[in-house]
T-cell receptor, first 110, second 125 residues
């Protein structure tokens, strides 16, 4: 169960869009339509943004969208705002009732 | 909406054990999964293991699953009568210093949609 691979850090200006990648294997990301994405602000618990690759829970802004191709999932944030500055984590079901997280991406909104 | 409240900060000696609790309110405890996730300072989230509900049984039943990384050192348990899940980590080392979270999902393959506030465990001599 190796961690999924995400870029360590990214930065953009307000109003721009950004796509965060999450690469796994055919045993996790590529084998199930069960990738979720979490936003984590320091000092707070994580919050789910996307589940089942591309579904958004009620109450989550439609500026957040998810997609997947093969073993790589992606989170796109459009119209970046200052409050989007946070750490973002992908998480995939890995079979056998286990989960695996990505290493996390620190997003800076300049 | 399920709310999860965790036990408080702890400081432990290397080699000792720690047991963190996670009390749920709202919903039906036997009907959802609980995962334990930790974050070592400066590192990412890491799934440690969880409780998997077993449905269609006359009495409360549960299964447990663990990350290979923690196999043998972590024990997860639950007390349905108090709607409380527990995570015990043994043979503590300094690199176990971390924030530990519990989180709820409908099943282990569904998103972690409610999280506890986190419990800081510091391992220091």
């Amino acid at each position: 169960q190796s961690a999924l691979t995400q870029p360590a850090s990214l930065s953009r200006s307000p109003g721009q869009s950004i796509t965060i990648s999450c690469t796994g294997t055919s045993n996790d990301v590529g084998n199930y339509n069960l990738v979720s994405w979490y936003q984590h602000h320091p000092g707070k618990p994580p919050k789910v943004l996307i589940y089942e690759d591309n579904k958004r829970p009620s109450g989550v802004s439609n500026r957040f969208s998810g997609s997947k191709s093969g073993n790589t999932a992606s989170l796109t944030i459009s119209g970046l705002q200052a409050e989007d500055e946070a750490d973002y984590y992908c998480c995939s079901y890995a079979g056998g009732s286990t989960l695996v997280f990505g290493g996390g991406t620190k997003l800076t909104v300049l | 909406q399920v709310q999860l409240v965790q036990s408080g900060t702890e400081v432990k000696k290397p080699g000792s054990s720690v047991k963190v609790s996670c009390k749920a309110s709202g919903g039906t405890f036997r009907n959802y999964a609980i995962s334990w996730v930790r974050q070592v300072p400066g590192q990412g989230l890491e799934w440690m293991g969880g409780i998997i509900p077993v449905f269609h049984t006359p009495t409360y039943a549960q299964k447990f699953q663990y990350s290979q990384h923690f196999q043998g050192r972590v024990t997860i348990s639950a007390d349905e009568s108090t709607s409380t899940a527990y995570m015990e980590l043994s043979s503590l080392r300094s690199d176990d210093t971390a924030m530990y979270y519990c989180a709820k999902s409908a099943t282990m393959s569904e998103p972690l949609d409610s999280w506890g506030q986190g419990t800081l465990i510091t391992v220091s001599s």
